[in-house]
Nanobody, 127 residues
Framework: QVQLVESGGGSVQAGGSLRLSCAAF????????MGWFRQAAGEEREGVAS????????YYADSVKGRFTISQDNAKNTLYLQMNSLRPEDTAMYYC????????????????????WGQGTQVTVSS
């Protein structure tokens, strides 16, 4: 079992930055992929970024490329999402996820099904 706990959300003005953290607890030995998803009110959940566990290869949604950076500290079992140049359309609940995946699915945006999810952290960007 893996438990994920997100933190770092908040309210910022457009152009600002936030750094989300996701602390993982439990047995991570079978985890291949970790990532961030978001869901705005009234919209479907979308993948934001994902990274192959223990590696550097990552996927970014087109809407966040060049502005968001996903990273991980395996020693601390923590996943990060650095969000710069935030826009009002980035407003959403952000969820951390971890699970099994091929390298290809994890780094191409095809990874969707995850057995482990955090409780979410709200990000609100005002114009």
């Amino acid at each position: 079992q893996v438990q994920l706990v997100e933190s770092g959300g908040g309210s910022v003005q457009a152009g600002g930055s936030l750094r989300l953290s996701c602390a993982a607890f439990g047995d991570m030995s079978s985890i291949d992929c970790m990532g961030w998803f978001r869901q705005a009110a009234g919209e479907e959940r979308e993948g934001v970024a994902s990274i192959y566990y223990g590696g550097d290869s990552a996927y970014y949604a087109d809407s966040v490329k060049g502005r968001f950076t996903i990273s991980q500290d395996n020693a601390k079992n923590t996943l990060y999402l650095q969000m710069n140049s935030l826009r009002p359309e980035d407003t959403a609940m952000y969820y951390c996820a971890a699970g099994w995946s091929t390298w290809s699915d994890c780094t191409s945006g095809s990874w969707r099904d995850s057995p482990y999810w955090g409780q979410g952290t709200q990000v609100t960007v005002s114009s």
